[in-house]
């Protein structure tokens, strides 16, 4: 059996103990040198892993790793780029096939001219002779508030001194200060110089890229970047192969003298791959004075503003999300497995790529919220594949769960250039809207808005020419009664709800329109937030 991380083996008694080093150094393993810092490689966390797990595979070549209690991180190992290191592995089973065992390594004091050992970490686990697959899957992993998507070429920069063969996190897909992160992993074309199948725990180079994940959210939230000191609970259901895969990161919050998270690797199918129960990092590593502090300020503010949109849509409404355009253009591929049959037929009737991505995220957006919402109010899972979203003749959104129409669920969806929003509820009526804040709105004003309502809007939102009101006013007005159309399924076209629903109340950002249809009275409520150069607009609870 060919273990690559295993150089030697000193000693070996069959089931009860193994002694074995490998020789660490870029000959052997160029990768090592795409892992420096100020000059020094330090051998990162997973090499030390997969050591443990190769000695654990060559003790009992029948069983499995299935589960490491912990792995506890001593001390820092780093080297010149010229030199190689000896790290002994050392590990002992006890009868219930619990493995335990220390990394080590021995260090010259010239001064007083004798060798000493030091302990790089410690590791516990226990053994199965079959792998346990996870049968947990996440249809998608994603928050229902995204905007920031984070590339690689702003990821890495930050990272200093990890090379090509450690960049293997594409994207930063969503942050979230209170939820964390999600990014996507997709292996570079590099030469590992090592056959993947013969690694243990499969592809360490994406499993240590996964780790970066949470450094990016220290370094946005907590003010530097984090690195794993200790691992607790993992739990290893597959390999990871040389393929795509989701990183989850989730803080737990402080932890003694670091930060604390949980990991979870998922394929893009939705299986679990690994799960860390809780990671412990350092708090406040600095690996760079050229960090883009600024660009990292302009995306705290983004999110920070995102969440408060986000606290005032669930004041009014039972479920809401919002997700950029470009966040879904990142996951397009991924998305489209969630639309059946007619759904695709109608996206695939686009020409234009933003419209195929607006109406791709905003059903899939739907079909996220909708199987919280089930779950919630009726303590049953449905899928995906189980949801199906329509149009009528109105072009209005129909729902169907597994074939079945739910008439006291409504759905509103909305969209416009970079942004798609969508909301549901149960047992009241519901409209929402999306606007970009465009001259537009102000060319096309006489269509909706008359002399009583102008004064109304610029009484209370004064623009920069003292006879009209600002550009957030007409968008306000505008997506008001876009709204009050949705809300009412569509029956009245927007002209005639342009003309005949009338502004007649103005608080801060509440609009209150009332109007007469089909000798009905009818009065609404409307609360419109800005956010990057957008309104977002929901009709309110009375």
């Known amino acids: 059996m060919y273990l690559p991380f295993i150089s030697d083996i000193q000693e070996i008694k069959e089931e009860n103990s193994i002694l074995s080093f490998v020789s660490l150094g870029t000959e052997h393993y160029p990768f090592l040198s795409h892992h420096a810092f100020n000059k020094q490689i330090i051998i990162p966390a997973v090499v030390f892993l997969e050591i443990f797990a190769e000695n654990a595979k060559r003790l009992f070549p029948e069983l499995s790793i299935y589960h490491i209690e912990k792995a506890e991180f001593n001390s820092f190992l780093s080297m010149r780029q010229d030199e190689s290191v000896d790290v002994f592995c050392s590990l002992q089973v006890d009868k219930s096939q619990v493995i335990e065992g220390q990394l080590y390594h021995y260090f010259e004091n010239k001064l007083a001219n004798v060798k000493r050992k030091k302990i790089i970490a410690t590791m516990r686990a226990n053994l199965s002779k079959h792998p346990v697959k996870s049968s947990n899957k996440q249809d998608i992993p994603f928050f229902p508030f995204s905007d920031t998507v984070i590339d690689k070429r702003d990821i890495y920069p930050d990272l200093v001194g990890l090379g090509k063969s450690f960049n293997h996190l594409s994207s930063v897909l969503q942050m979230s200060s209170d939820h964390g992160a999600i990014g996507k992993l997709i292996r570079n074309s590099i030469d590992l110089n090592i056959d993947i199948n013969s690694l243990i725990l499969g592809n ?8 970066h994940l949470a450094s990016i959210w220290g370094n946005h939230f907590i003010g530097g970047f984090n690195v794993p000191f200790a691992m607790y609970d993992i739990y290893i259901h597959d390999r990871m192969e040389d393929n795509e895969y989701f990183s989850v990161i989730k803080p737990l919050g402080k932890d003694g003298v670091g930060q604390s998270y949980s990991l979870f690797i998922i394929d893009l199918s939705g299986r679990i791959i690994e799960e860390y129960q809780k990671i412990l990092y350092t708090h406040n590593v600095t690996v760079s004075e050229n960090t883009n502090r600024e660009a990292i300020e302009q995306r705290k503010q983004n999110i920070i503003e995102l969440k408060h949109l986000s606290h005032e849509l669930y004041k009014d409404l039972d479920y809401a999300g919002i997700w950029s355009t470009a966040f879904v253009k990142q996951n397009e591929r991924e998305f489209l497995v969630y639309l059946n049959h007619e759904e695709i037929v109608i996206y695939e009737k686009y020409t234009r790529q933003s419209s195929r991505l607006e109406y791709l995220g ?16 009726y303590h ?15 072009g209005l959104a129909i729902l169907l769960i597994r074939g079945k129409t739910y008439d006291n669920i409504s759905i509103s969806l909305s969209h416009k250039k970079d942004y798609v929003f969508v909301a549901l509820q149960f047992n009241s009526k519901l409209g929402v809207d999306v606007e970009e804040l465009s001259e537009k709105l102000i060319r096309v004003s006489s269509k909706y808005i008359d002399d009583s309502e102008m004064l109304l809007l610029r009484e209370a939102f004064p623009g920069h020419h003292r006879h009209n009101p600002s550009l957030e006013a007409y968008a306000m007005l505008w997506s008001s009664k876009e709204s009050l159309v949705k809300a009412l399924n569509g029956r009245y076209p927007l002209l005639e709800i342009g003309r005949t629903a009338k502004l007649y109340s103005v608080n801060d950002n509440t609009l209150k329109l009332k109007c007469q249809l089909d000798n009905t009275d009818i009065t609404v409520q409307t609360k419109s937030f800005p956010y990057q150069n957008h309104i977002f607009t929901w009709l309110t609870k009375p």
């Open 204 to 211: 360490l180079l994406l499993r240590d890229s996964s780790y």
């Open 362 to 377: 905003a059903r899939v957006l739907v079909k996220l919220l909708l199987i919280k919402a089930i779950k919630d109010k």
């Open 380 to 394: 049953r899972d449905i899928s995906f594949n189980d949801i199906s979203i329509l149009r009528d003749n109105n």
